[in-house]
Nanobody, 121 residues
Framework: QVQLVESGGGLVQAGGALRFSCAAS????????MNWFRQAPGKEREFVAA????????FYADSVKGRFTISRVNAENTVNLQMNSLKPEDEAVYYC??????????????WGKGTLVTVSS
């Protein structure tokens, strides 16, 4: 059974930084894209960032470009999301997900349970 476990959420002031990790168990993800999605209260879940497990190519939503950085550590089966210059609108539950097509929620095969980020203004 594949598990994705997120860690690193919490409370941060606007302008601050947080770093997430997503640890994947039980398999390698060659051919997969590792993604971060987020869902704010009352809103639909949206794509944040993705990294190709094989190539390392990265993809970002326009709203986070230049502020967030996604990376993977293949040897540790871990994907990280460094979030800088956080804004109140970044407040959401963040989910790690793995799928064959980056950025498309319906293409995700595996999901973590999510971790909450609260941004105080």
């Amino acid at each position: 059974q594949v598990q994705l476990v997120e860690s690193g959420g919490g409370l941060v002031q606007a302008g601050g930084a947080l770093r997430f990790s997503c640890a994947a168990s039980a398999r390698t993800f060659s051919g997969y894209s590792m993604n971060w999605f987020r869902q704010a209260p009352g809103k639909e879940r949206e794509f944040v960032a993705a990294v190709s497990w094989s190539s390392g190519n990265t993809f970002y939503a326009d709203s986070v470009k230049g502020r967030f950085t996604i990376s993977r550590v293949n040897a540790e089966n871990t994907v990280n999301l460094q979030m800088n210059s956080l804004k109140p609108e970044d407040e959401a539950v963040y989910y790690c997900a793995a799928g064959r097509i980056h950025g498309w929620e319906k293409a995700m095969d595996y999901w973590g349970k999510g971790t909450l980020v609260t941004v105080s203004s």
